[in-house]
């Protein structure tokens, strides 16, 4: 317990154990043994963490990589940046022009369709060409877990995105051991499910799963083992191929507003360079997009950040790897923090190839609340137990910790990540905090005993710390930017 006694001197004081607090075996033997940690508390204005672990060690960031891609994008594209999807003619051929949108849907697109429509009748005597050449290069990237990559928080990024990328279904288990699935009529794809429907005990016996192999050209298989249930499970999938599902996805749009087509919809440049804008479709700004990314940990907005940043950082085609790279040089030109060394292959966190340290992230933290004036990054991140993310998230459920951090959580395999800022009574930020924990490997609870994992005890005491050292004398506003 000698880590709660320093603490309690440090409360009680400002004795310069307060500078550096001891994290010892009694205070993380509430984690497996085997288990990689890195922490940090700094109360800001301070200058120097009071409590430190690791923070020259790299980890995988998981998530907690959205907040850098978050402060390169704001300090880059600014607030009033959006992404626009242009509709284009040159009296014969109609182009739509792509700029990575990962917000764009089905129905923008019609509403774009039905303004040539009004503007030129329902006729279109060429083709339809879909430009992709905003963004280049690989739509996954380097170090995505293969075994996730048909579900959407794997979706592929690509300046054509339609829908999230992702396509709402269902399976049942049916009475003769077989199961079925179901997908809404709209969507353009093909599923088949020889997945059988099983016992619970059956299930065990067989140490068998619901297994997905998802196909180049948008087909879906599922195999393996369901166990009996009563209602559907529902299921998404990820668009494998965007360019093929847009193509296809136009095609039913233009049957909706009785509109013909004598040529094709093709991917590709249009030669012609008599093009006229006939309609546009613009995102929400920066700050929405942003927020909907901190709160919801989309990945599909992360990435398409991070390529655009590529695009625009070094005027050509946006990719992981220039946008990687952009993201580094925006936050070294603009902050004058070097995470150079970090190795960062995309926007989301989602790639296993990621790593930080901790000490980077706590000067991008430290930047954030120094800056929040003019950034209002801090407000976008969800809020302990009450919003995003966070809303069920276990050791948030205490009443004491209940909206009292604002913070991004991360989570890979033997990954559980916490980074962001604790908050006063006012709603006032008082300390950044970092929780890094990976090779993290618990062993098997009982489910019929359920009690809380040690990754939930850990992180429910670990808040609390931070919490707790609200009480020491400190001008949280000494040094932050006016």
Known sequence: MRF??????????????SAHLAVNQDFLSLLPEGTRSGLVIQKLGDTQPILQQQTGAY????????????????LELGHEFYFETQLRSNHQDLALIFSGDPTLTSRHLKTLLLGYKQRHGQHIRGDIWLDARHFTGYQRAVGWPWDSLGVCYSAPISAINLDGNCIQASIYTQDDGTTRVYV?????????????????????AQH???ELIASRDNHYHLSGCLTQRNQPLPLQFAVQDTELYTQRVIYQL??????TLDGEVKLGVPKSQNW?????????FLPQLLTKMLQDSDNLIADALLKTLGQTFFQQPGSFNNGSEALKQIIFTRTGIDINDAQIVDGSGLSRNNRVRLESMRQILNYLWQHDNELHLIDALPSAGENGTLLYRRSMQDGKIRGRLKAKSGSLYS???????????KGQPQALFIQWITDYFPAKSDP?????????????????????????????NKTKAQ
Request: aromatic residues 10%; hydrophobic residues 35%.
């Open 4 to 17: 709660f006694f320093c603490l309690t001197l440090w409360l009680l004081s400002t004795f310069p154990c």
């Open 448 to 476: 019929k005993k359920p009690v809380d994992t040690p990754i939930t005890q850990f992180e429910r005491q670990f808040y609390q710390v931070i919490l707790s050292t609200h009480h020491s004398p400190n001008i949280a």
């Open 208 to 210: 068998c799963d619901l």
């Open 184 to 204: 809404p009529p709209h969507y353009p794809v093909y599923v088949r499910s020889d997945a059988r429907s099983v016992t619970q005990t059956q299930q065990q």
């Open 415 to 425: 990954t559980h990540n916490m980074v962001g800022f604790s908050l006063d009574n």
């Open 276 to 284: 006229s804008l006939v309609a546009s479709h613009r995102s929400e």
């Open 59 to 74: 980890f995988p960031p998981a998530s907690t990589l959205k907040i850098v891609t978050a402060l390169a994008s704001q």
């Open 254 to 259: 233009l049957n909706q507003l009785g509109m």
